[in-house]
């Protein structure tokens, strides 16, 4: 009966020297001690980032960049200046029936010369007047070109220019919009929104769209929603610009102590933190470390280093591993909640707090011992039996 005992007793002590490694108890994620403790490592793969209201602030103010800033806001009337494949027509009138483009009529001789593009030299073709050059010239300075190089020809020459299809003054919509295609600029100069309404308006709902600008080799982007929103970045388009409307449904995910784990699309064009959470829930009190609220983003080197100077890029990009922490133990922390922004595809994690560790060790310790306790009983029983 003694071995039957030892039999009985000694899984018991293999539970209770098991359960006393972290290893074995289950958890969602790291704690927060072990993302601190990481991040000091020589080779650490991210930088942690305390969040502070200097931090909210250089990284609100990194995320409005108005298209003002980055393009300029400038009006360019330049749409009245002929360009290379620009189509054009020459018509011409002379003072007398018997002039050199004289119609045999017996009114005033008159002809209008075919539809032609400017060429790539930046030229068009006028019967007797020859080559003229007529790219980067207003309608009215070809006409007076046109004129005098028939003065000497034709009977007192008057001359129309008009542009038929103005080519190198458009701008090209492309994307979620009712009708792509290329869209010509007025006199006046025209705004974003403009030649957007031209295009036929977006196709979809406008917080599911992102709005990007091409010009020259740089290219912006931001949320269309922000464009109608913000007057900043109604900017004046210019020739040549492509525009293309593109479906961008944002969202961001959430791990960990919340009281719902979940991927959550959004639509508002600024959404912070406290928002964010509000979304799944908030924090789940009985598992939650109020210290350990964790965002896991990629950013541009140049911003991480108005934070932390001696950050180095860690991916092919020139981009860093980030992750910002906010202590909402801390009771100003609610204010960091308000002000730190949340972007597209970011990853909030909320760590376990050390007492639901000890929970979870204490639950399995009940749950593993009591079926053995129990058996010790029964041998007991049974041994008090047999005496």
Known sequence: MQSLKRIVVAPVVAVCMATTSCTLIPSSGPSAVKIASQAKAVDAPYILVNVTQSVAAILESAGERPLSV???SARRGSSSRIGVG????VSIWEASSDGLFASGTGRQGGTQIPEQP?????????????????????????KAAIENALKTMAIEPQVLVNVVKNIS??????????????????????????????????RVESHQLAVQITRG????????????????????????????LIRQPRSFTVFGAATANASVQFDESQLYLNQAL???????????????????RSEPVELVRRIVPSAMPMRP????????????????????????KVSNRDLIYIANSSLAEVRKFS?????????????????????????
């Open 86 to 89: 620009d189509v054009v027509t």
């Open 217 to 244: 080799s740089r290219t912006e982007t931001i949320p269309m929603e922000r464009l109608i929103s913000d007057p900043r970045e109604n900017i004046y388009v210019q020739p040549g610009d492509v525009i293309t």
């Open 278 to 296: 509000a979304k799944v829930g908030g924090l789940n009190d009985e598992r939650a470390d109020a210290k350990g609220v964790f965002i896991y």
């Open 363 to 387: 639950t399995l310790v009940s749950t593993t011992a009591t079926p053995v306790v129990q058996g010790v009983a029964v041998m007991s029983n049974l041994n008090d039996l047999g005496q």
């Open 317 to 340: 990009d020139g981009t860093v591993n980030v992750i910002y922490q906010v202590d909402l133990k801390d009771p100003s922390g609610f204010f960091l909640l308000k002000s730190f």
């Open 70 to 72: 980055a393009f300029g």
């Open 118 to 142: 400017v060429s790539e030299k930046g030229t068009i073709s006028v019967p007797y007047a020859g080559v003229i050059q007529a790219a980067n010239r207003t309608p009215d300075e070809v």
């Open 169 to 202: 003054n458009t701008v090209t919509v492309t994307g979620e919009v009712a009708s792509s295609g290329r869209i010509p600029l007025t006199l006046g100069g025209d705004k974003l929104l403009d030649v957007i309404a031209t295009a036929g308006g977006p």
